[in-house]
């Protein structure tokens, strides 16, 4: 993805450090992302067969804390442009950290829970070490000592201890240490390096992890037509890999394209505060609803023979799609669009899916994917038609 949107001046590092215009994610970012490529499996799997309400919970709740951890990370790897032998071995420890949390999730609800915790206190060392340097920059760039303090290491300190908690009074724990990171985040007015944040580094940075969580559907439409090897489950891929496609189409062409813009003509502040949002709280949405669609697509293929889905495993495509849908209307309200433009693709986008999940009882696996293929197709092909129109009446006047 093009970069060339981004703010000069972005990335900032140390006092007297190089600064670095438009740059590209790194080879130790690219590494680091494939401990992500297990994690998506590990959760993905999670939604095969029929899964209840409990298991979407579930799912949500183990998939925010790795990918809030992610947006960390890559906020200081965009920050702090650094490629000392220092940030590399924190980085690779996190990577170390994700994936035993990654190991810990099938069981990470009851057994594992402690295992799944102690990772992720890991995760938060790492971050300390990365942002501690910043406390001893000159102003106005320097960091306050407490915020790195109480974000990470008071933090990690807690999670360790929450490994003692016993279930199920773990997770409220969880719960409320991650509503207290939320709090530090959005009292934060974005001073100092925030400010010189990198954004076309930032939505390639988001664009690649969409990558890894569509990568996980294509493995997961791959690996169940493997063990389904019949002319219906073959239908029902290709109609699943189509979806997929689509999505991709869709997302490149005109979603990171919006962000890269929007992102680009920010100044300041008002560039931090649509990082983290659009970034950092609405894209989990954006991949969440992918994975769940992997979960369902899956299944799709294993029940291929079968005369209809079992009702969770619909709800993780149809549902997962209306997610997607929805997260990207969140997106483009973040970004001032006009709620009735927003309206007019994201009411389809969202009722369609959800018209199919209703009649997915008198409905044939195949017929599920294909109408959630169809609505995807017509989503993209809307969106071509808005931007030749956009460009003739920029052509007019």
């Known amino acids: 993805m093009s970069t060339s949107q981004s703010e000069p001046g972005a990335g900032a590092g140390p006092p007297g450090a190089a600064v670095h215009l438009g740059r590209h994610a790194d080879w130790l970012e690219l590494f680091f992302d494939l401990v992500f490529v297990a994690l998506a499996a590990q959760l993905s799997h999670g939604l095969h067969g029929d899964p209840g309400l409990r298991d979407f919970a579930v799912f949500l709740a183990l998939y925010f804390p790795p990918w809030w951890l992610w947006v960390n990370l890559t906020v200081s790897s965009n920050l702090f442009v650094d490629n000392s032998p220092r940030r590399r071995l924190l980085m690779l420890f996190a990577m170390l950290c994700i994936a035993v949390m990654a190991?810990?999730?099938?069981?990470?609800?009851?057994?594992?829970?402690?295992?799944?915790?102690?990772?992720?206190?890991?995760?938060?060392?790492?971050?300390?070490?990365?942002?501690?340097?910043?406390?001893?920059?000159?102003?106005?760039?320097?960091?306050?000592?407490?915020?790195p303090l109480s974000?990470?290491?008071?933090?990690?300190?807690?999670?360790?201890?929450?490994?003692?908690?016993?279930?199920?009074?773990?997770?409220?724990?969880?719960?409320?240490?991650?509503?207290?990171?939320?709090?530090?985040?959005?009292?934060?007015?974005?001073?100092?390096?925030?400010?010189s944040l990198d954004t076309g580094h930032i939505v390639e940075r988001v664009g690649l992890f969409v990558i890894i969580v569509l990568g996980e559907s294509v493995i997961a439409l791959v690996t169940s037509a493997d063990q389904v090897w019949t002319l219906r489950a073959g239908l029902v891929g290709v109609l699943g890999f189509v979806l997929l496609a689509t999505l991709w189409w869709s997302y490149f062409d005109f979603g990171s394209t919006a962000a890269e813009l929007m992102l680009g003509s920010a100044q300041g502040r008002e560039a931090y505060l649509l990082a983290r949002d659009v970034g950092g709280f609405l894209h989990f949405f954006v991949t969440a609803g992918v994975l769940c669609m992997a979960g369902g697509l899956a299944t799709a293929v294993d029940e291929a023979d079968h005369a209809h889905l079992p009702t969770g495993a619909v709800w993780a495509l149809g549902g997962g799609l209306a997610l997607y849908h929805a997260a990207h209307a969140a997106i483009a309200l973040r970004f001032h669009r006009p709620l009735a433009s927003v309206a007019a693709w994201a009411v389809p986008g969202i009722g369609i899916p959800?018209?199919?999940?209703?009649?997915?009882?008198?409905?044939?696996?195949?017929?599920?994917?294909?109408?959630?293929?169809?609505?995807?197709?017509?989503?993209?092909?809307?969106?071509?038609?808005v931007q030749r129109l956009r460009i003739v009446r920029s052509a007019a006047d």
């Open 354 to 385: 959800l018209l199919v999940v209703w009649a997915a009882g008198v409905l044939a696996p195949w017929l599920v994917v294909l109408l959630l293929s169809a609505e995807a197709f017509a989503h993209l092909l809307y969106a071509r038609h």
């Open 151 to 195: 974000y990470c290491l008071a933090s990690g300190l807690l999670w360790a201890g929450s490994a003692a908690v016993p279930a199920p009074w773990q997770y409220v724990v969880w719960a409320g240490l991650i509503a207290a990171e939320m709090a530090l985040l959005l009292t934060s007015r974005g001073r100092g390096v925030l400010g």
């Open 103 to 147: 190991a810990a999730v099938p069981e990470a609800d009851t057994d594992r829970g402690s295992v799944y915790a102690l990772g992720y206190a890991g995760t938060r060392l790492v971050l300390l070490g990365l942002w501690w340097p910043a406390t001893r920059f000159p102003e106005p760039e320097r960091v306050p000592r407490w915020r």
